[in-house]
């Protein structure tokens, strides 16, 4: 399996461009989440999807921030217009709903968009 | 909502120690509690988790304990080695919609000497 892919891994931009991150899931997993991680703030949930539809969206940071998940194998993560505060690693990660008594998912990460905003 | 404090921020042990980081969480409702390791450059990978049924858990040379009373977990490595080092998270998570959406600490920084 080759896991979470994201792309790019690395993204240095100048304020006021947009910024588009995408993410494939494992196959087969029908959660989908974004996190943003920063020195400060730690590991954030941004927005996640299940089965395409996005659930909770209130970690998204204002409306320059926008998520998408057009189908089951591809996400997308946009900012526009991009500030210098919105410097910071992004994750994408995935997992699969568990049953009833099952042990929890396991939620897998990507290996992360590094962006920089100057 | 769920919140989640660990400690210490960062941890500088000698090979071979044992090392200790602890989390506390404040939602009652919260059930299942996973342990990511973030190494430089990568993703948080699980590394253990512990359901709220449970006290204790092991796998190898890691540990997990929860006090659910106290609401508070800790994670245990014994004879700790130098590729353990990397950030520690630890998440509380309960049941939404099918998944576990967990909140995460700040993490820990361990740094094991050789």
């Known amino acids: 399996d080759a896991g979470v892919i994201q792309s790019p891994r690395h993204e240095v931009t100048e304020m006021g461009q947009e910024v588009t991150l995408r993410c494939k899931p494992i196959s087969g997993h029908d959660y989908l989440f974004w996190y943003r991680q920063t020195m400060m703030r730690g590991l954030e949930l941004l927005i996640y999807f299940n089965n395409n539809v996005p659930i909770d969206d209130s970690g998204m940071p204002e409306d320059r921030f926008s998520a998408k998940m057009p189908n089951a194998s591809f996400s997308t993560l946009k900012i526009q217009p991009s500030e210098p505060r919105d410097s910071a690693v992004y994750f994408c990660a995935s997992s699969f709903t568990s049953g009833q008594g099952g042990s929890g998912n396991t939620i897998y990460f990507g290996e992360g968009s590094w962006l920089t905003v100057v | 909502g769920e919140n989640v404090e660990q400690h210490p921020s960062t941890l500088s042990v000698q090979e071979g120690d044992s090392a200790v980081i602890k989390c506390t969480y404040s939602?009652?409702?919260?059930?299942?509690f996973p342990w990511y390791k973030q190494e430089l450059g990568k993703g948080p990978q699980l590394i253990i988790d512990?359901?709220?049924?449970?006290g204790e858990k092991k796998d190898q040379r890691i540990a997990v304990t929860l006090n659910k009373t106290a609401k508070h977990f800790s994670l245990h490595i014994t004879e700790t080695q130098p590729e353990d080092s990397a950030v520690y998270f630890c998440?509380?998570?309960?049941?939404?919609?099918?998944?576990?959406?967990?909140?995460f600490g700040r993490g820990t920084s361990l740094i094991v000497h050789p």
């Open positions: 939602d009652s409702a919260s059930n299942y």
């Open positions: 998440a509380a998570s309960r049941r939404g919609g099918g998944s576990y959406i967990p909140t």
């Open positions: 512990i359901r709220s049924n449970v």
